[in-house]
């Protein structure tokens, strides 16, 4: 069954430039260095070409450029509507993958680098709905580590990954990327230390007013938001890699072994009181329907089932009906007599002579 599948979905979700597609590429390797070869899936209709053999490609089965033709749509709205082309197969896609799936390590799949075309799309629900229905899966975050050494760029993309968290509701793994460039000490210290952000934001505050007067609004926003954010910090997970370098895998694939305990103890039981919820809802909303159905057709239910009006049942009498009936009721329905049989007397004429 779908639910006895425990390999581990890998989503990457990541700004254009952050080296999401340049990860994926690292990940593939080590797997298969490793002597554990993923199972990979191209979710990117607009990409030229991957740096990796994939299992599952959506150009494969969807044009991109002539869904943006056909449809005259932009960049954008092409790739919105490719993958809403694509959500519609999802079912085929998940048997494919779950079939694969007891023979594979990891299930790694690679998403637009427009994030908001993935995240904030319907296709994007379903699809990492269905993947998260029958196996545990994981959204990794990267992140370009050398343009968020500043505290507002920082902020933004802690904001970015908590409305990720909260929309996909699934394992949240942010993967500071580019370490080879900037070493991402500063983020994790920023996460796990909060008077060093504080820090940050007093010294980028002083910059500001000795060289542009500034009135600190803004760093007064990011203080707050510190504040809420902290608790948010204490659930997360933040590894530090290198794409190009390869550093950082293991530290990786050990937090997204970590995440699926996660998802298995916390996540899969709230996504199935969720589909039970659902379900009841759907069962309530069908009876609501049919009971309506029912009233405006004029059909009463009571506890023995469905039963017919006085008016409805007499219009559905038959002609056999009536003849079952004892002999005053038809008598009566026919316009005879008390004494009548229900047979005409025949005229002297007819009679037969002896």
């Known amino acids: ?88 197969k999802i079912d085929q896609v998940l048997g494919i993958v779950e079939k694969r799936a007891a023979e594979v390590s990891h299930v790694l799949v690679d998403t637009p680098g427009q994030i908001e075309c993935f995240v904030w799309s319907a296709s994007g629900a379903i699809i990492t709905d269905a993947l998260a229905s029958a196996m545990p899966t994981v959204i990794a975050y990267v992140v370009d580590t050398p343009r968020t050494t500043s505290p507002a760029t920082f902020m933004s993309n802690m904001l970015y990954a908590c409305s990720i968290l909260y929309k996909t509701k699934l394992p949240l793994i942010v993967v500071f990327n580019k370490t080879d460039v900037t070493d991402a000490t500063f983020a994790t210290e920023w996460m796990t230390d909060f008077e060093a952000f504080q820090d940050a934001l007093r010294e980028l505050d002083e910059d500001e007013n000795e060289t542009e007067g500034g009135s600190g609004y803004m760093n007064s926003l990011m203080n707050s938001m510190s504040l809420v954010l902290e608790e948010f910090y204490n659930h997360l997970e933040a590894v530090s890699v290198s794409a190009y370098t390869g550093e950082g895998m293991d530290e990786f694939f050990a937090a997204v072994d970590r995440k699926v305990i996660e998802f298995n103890t916390e996540y899969r039981v709230e996504r199935e009181a969720v589909l039970r919820a659902r ?22 239910a009571d506890a023995a089932g469905p039963a017919k009006t006085d008016k409805a049942a007499e219009q559905s009498r038959t002609l056999s009906d009536y003849e079952d009936s004892d002999d005053d009721e038809y008598a009566e329905q026919f316009g005879g007599d008390d004494d009548a049989e229900g047979i005409l007397e025949p005229d002297d004429d007819d009679v037969p002579a002896p």
């Open 279 to 300: 379900e009841a809802e759907a069962a309530a909303k069908k009876q609501r329907d049919l009971s309506r159905l029912m009233k405006d057709m004029g059909i009463e």
């Open 1 to 88: 069954m779908a639910d006895s599948i425990n390999t581990p979905v890998v989503v990457c979700i990541g700004m254009a430039g952050s080296g999401k597609t340049t990860l994926m590429q690292r990940l593939n390797a080590h797997l298969h260095s490793e002597g554990t070869p993923p199972y990979v899936v191209n979710l990117d209709p607009a990409v030229l070409s991957v740096p990796f053999d994939t299992n599952i490609d959506i150009r494969d089965s969807v044009n991109y450029k002539e869904v943006k033709k056909q449809y005259n749509l932009g960049p954008n709205g092409a790739i919105i509507t490719s993958l809403n082309l694509f959500a519609t």
